[in-house]
């Protein structure tokens, strides 16, 4: 069974920084692209940064040039740095791993972790 668990979450002031971590149970990992969502209260959830099994990156407009995901596969982990953050980053973040399948992919969530910047 695929788990995915959080943490590094808190309350950081504005321009501060913070660095999430997400540990996936199971021997996907290596195969799957992984990324980080974030959902603020009454909005809907966004893409703030994925990282494919070749280490291709993507980022969400709003983050570029602020945050960093990486992956450690020997570790199963995958990290999102966030440097220069504005009360505007404040949501619920949460991992994700796609999983690719014969008919398409197969999508896993964390539980979420709570970043709230202060002003």
């Known amino acids: 069974q695929v788990q995915l668990v959080e943490s590094g979450g808190g309350l950081v002031q504005a321009g501060g920084s913070l660095r999430l971590s997400c540990i996936i149970s199971g021997s996907i990992f290596t195969y799957s692209t992984m990324g980080w969502y974030r959902q603020a209260p009454g909005e809907a959830r966004e893409l703030v940064a994925s990282i494919t099994p070749l280490d291709r990156t993507n980022y969400g407009d709003s983050v570029k040039g602020r945050f960093t995901i990486s992956r450690d596969n020997a570790k199963n982990t995958v990290y999102l740095q966030m440097n220069s953050l504005k009360p505007d980053d404040t949501a619920v973040y949460s991992c994700?791993?796609?999983?690719?399948?014969?008919?398409?992919?197969?999508?896993?969530w964390g539980q979420g972790t709570q970043v709230t910047v202060s002003s």
């Open positions: 994700n791993l796609r999983q690719p399948t014969t008919l398409g992919f197969r999508d896993y």
